[in-house]
């Protein structure tokens, strides 16, 4: 098991499907650790591998047999698109809220994205 930081069901979910994983809603069973069958509250399918989420006290869980898992994708590089993205969503979402809009967004070779709002008014 894996714990995060992150939050928000709906915006995890929004982005795993932002990188083509299949959110199937629960309760499911996924496998765990050396296959061992665990709860989730939904899991994320790809590669015909399973990756399952929990709500933990202090954020969400993720279950996985990651020996399996890191046949298709490290588990630190899964780790790390999955958060880029849902702090991704956080931040246009909640600027959006506040009447600011995207102006430009840009991708550097590494990874880093920069983001430019425009204010309201």
Do not use: C
């Not at 990188?19 to 650790?33: M, N, Q, T």
């Not at 989420?53 to 020996?67: L, S």
């Not at 399996?68 to 979402?93: G, N, P």
Request: net charge neutral; proline share 2%; hydrophobic share 40%.
């Amino acid at each position: 098991m894996l714990r995060t930081r992150m939050m928000d069901d709906a915006t995890i979910r929004r982005a795993l499907s932002d990188l083509d994983f299949e959110v199937v809603d629960g309760p499911v069973k996924v496998a765990g650790y050396q296959g061992e069958k665990a709860e989730a509250d939904f899991k994320a399918v790809k590669w015909g591998r399973e990756i399952g989420f929990r709500r933990g006290d202090d954020g969400w869980e993720m279950i996985a047999d990651w020996w399996v898992v890191e046949k298709a994708i490290r588990q630190d590089k899964f780790v790390q698109t999955l958060t880029q993205r849902y702090a991704y969503l956080m931040v246009v979402d909640r600027l959006a809220a506040q009447s600011f809009s995207l102006a430009t967004e840009e991708r550097d070779k590494d990874g880093t994205i920069r983001l430019v709002f425009r204010g309201p008014g």
